[in-house]
Every structure is written in C-alpha cells, then in structure tokens.
C-alpha cells in the first residue's frame, strides 16, 4: 500500500532513528513546503526517490546541508541537474531506470563524489569530463541495450 506524500512526510517527521528520507510511489508537480521543512533535521544523510513522478525541485532542496548521498530509482524527475547542483556535498548518486538520456553536467562539479551508479538509462557517452571525478573510486554504467 501506497501512502501519501503528507503520511510519508508525517512518518518521516515522527521517526526517531533518521538518516534517509525516502519518497515511495509519489506522483507531484511540485514537492509542498513541508517536505523542505524536514531539512531541520541535521541527521538526515540520504536522499531517495522510489517509483516517483515529481515535476519540479525547488532551490530549497540546498536547505539539506549534510546529504551525502542521493538515489533516484525507476522515477521520473525533471531537471536532475538542478537537484544534483543544490547538493554539492554528495560522495554517493545512484541512478536507476530513470528517463535520463544524457550525464548530468553538474555532477563533473562536484568535488567528493565516490561512487557513482548509472543503470538503466538511455546515455549515449561517457563525457571526458569524468575524469575530473578525483574521489571517485567506483563507477557502474550499465546502459541496456
């Protein structure tokens, strides 16, 4: 059973033992004020999108200084690249059958990115830009054929 974007928000909110805050089955234009709001919570490490449809990320998304970690599985996000550029302390991104069809220019911008997991998408090239990606110690591309 799926529970709504405000449960889950809710549920995350009155969970004591935080560290990632995980979307499931969510479907919106725009995430509420709400779910920015639960950037007060300093323990919150991870960032996950599961089966997701969401329209837009605000600027907002910045507010999570500690994300170090970002996972976006089977889900439909628009502008990827913004995301990623709001989180520049990301060490891990894990990116499963999403509609991306080319690497986000902005994960060459960050500066403690160890691993980095592309599966499932329609990527044509690897930019030589990756070799820039000093930290990084594991990269699985898989691109189905």
């Not at 520049?88 to 999403?98: C, G």
Request: some cysteine; hydrophobic content about 40%.
């Amino acid at each position: 059973m799926n529970r709504t974007l405000a449960e889950q928000i809710d549920a995350f909110a009155n969970d004591e033992n935080r560290g990632g805050l995980q979307l499931n089955g969510i479907e919106v234009e725009t995430l509420p004020q709400s779910y920015y709001e639960l950037s007060r919570f300093e323990s919150i490490q991870s960032l996950i999108f599961r089966n997701c449809s969401i329209g837009n990320i605000s600027h907002k998304l910045a507010d999570f200084s500690n994300i170090d970690t970002l996972i976006i599985d089977d889900s439909r996000i628009n502008k990827i690249n913004e995301i990623i550029s709001y989180l520049p302390n990301l060490e891990i991104i894990k990116i499963y059958d999403s509609s991306i069809q080319e690497f986000p220019p902005s994960i060459f911008q960050l500066q403690n990115i160890r691993e980095l997991t592309l599966s499932g998408l329609k990527i044509h090239s690897i930019p030589t830009e990756i070799i820039n990606l000093k930290e990084l110690t594991s990269l699985l591309l898989s691109i189905p054929s």
